[in-house]
Nanobody
Framework: QVQLAESGGGLVQAGDSLRLSCAASGRDFSYYPMAWFRQAPGKAREFVAGISWGGSIRSYADSVKGRFTISRDTAKNTAALQLNSLKPEDTANYYC????????????????????WGQGTQVTVSS
């Protein structure tokens, strides 16, 4: 059974940093793209960052470019999202997700590009 488990969320102040982690189990995702989405209360889930199955291509939402960094460790079957210079508008539940086998990562991926989803980890940024 495939499972994605996010961790690392919390309550921080504006300007602080957090590192989110995603641990995948049940399958080797070395050849699958991975991404992070987020959903704030009352809003649609939105793309944040994605990384190709080879790790050489990364894409980001304009709102997080230069502040967030996505990475992956294929040996450990994990992904991470480093969040720097956090803003109150970054407050959301952050979800880890995995796409299809050797699927090409779009520049701005959509939710239906991805198959497996975690339960999310909450990030709250106070002003």
């Amino acid at each position: 059974q495939v499972q994605l488990a996010e961790s690392g969320g919390g309550l921080v102040q504006a300007g602080d940093s957090l590192r989110l982690s995603c641990a995948a189990s049940g399958r080797d995702f070395s050849y699958y793209p991975m991404a992070w989405f987020r959903q704030a209360p009352g809003k649609a889930r939105e793309f944040v960052a994605g990384i190709s199955w080879g790790g050489s291509i990364r894409s980001y939402a304009d709102s997080v470019k230069g502040r967030f960094t996505i990475s992956r460790d294929t040996a450990k079957n994990t992904a991470a999202l480093q969040l720097n210079s956090l803003k109150p508008e970054d407050t959301a539940n952050y979800y880890c997700t995995v796409g299809g086998f050797k699927q090409t990562l779009r520049a701005q991926p959509r939710m239906d590009d991805f198959t497996y989803w975690g339960q999310g980890t909450q990030v709250t940024v106070s002003s």
